[in-house]
Every structure is written in C-alpha cells, then in structure tokens.
C-alpha cells in the first residue's frame, strides 16, 4: 500500500512540478514587479501567466493546480500516517 502511494506520489509531484512553480514564481513576480518596482506591462504579464490566460486555460488552470496539490497534499499524508503505523516497535532497555 505504501509503495502505491509512493508511486502515485511521485508521478503526481512530476506532472505538477511545472504548473506548480510557474503558478508561484508568477505570483512572486507579480508582486515585485506590479506592487513593488512598478513596472507598467509587467504585472498584466505575471497576471496572465499566473491565471493560464497566457496557455488559453484560465477557466481550468485553477482547477487543475488545486487538484493537482490536493492530490500531494493527500498521498504525501498518507505515506506518513502508513509508514508511521509500519514502524517496529522497540524494546526497552
């Protein structure tokens, strides 16, 4: 059972991996370059970028990315909670 958790852990943290850390890295951005530098185009940029308007997927991008980290968020916890229970008990001395 763990190692299915495992597995479906990793391939889930790879296919997430790129949506994920552009959805972070855009926001970081959005705040430097729009709130902090004020750059003019550059926060409309991250905003596209950070929403999937700029790939054409800003009614699903959201959905995707939640799901996807929902998913982590549950097999990763899963694993804890499994490996915990598997642990040997040890005697004390």
Known sequence: MVRAFRTYHRWLAIAMA?????????????????????IDGAGRWMMALHT???FGLE???????GLG??????TGLSMVRLRK???????NL
């Open 18 to 38: 790129l949506p994920l850390g552009l959805t972070i890295l855009s926001g970081m951005g959005y705040t430097l370059f729009d709130e902090w530098l004020e």
């Open 52 to 54: 999937g308007d700029i």
């Open 59 to 65: 009614d699903i991008y959201p959905v995707l990315n």
């Open 85 to 91: 229970r598997r642990r040997p008990l040890q005697d």
């Open 69 to 74: 980290a929902v998913g982590l968020l549950i």
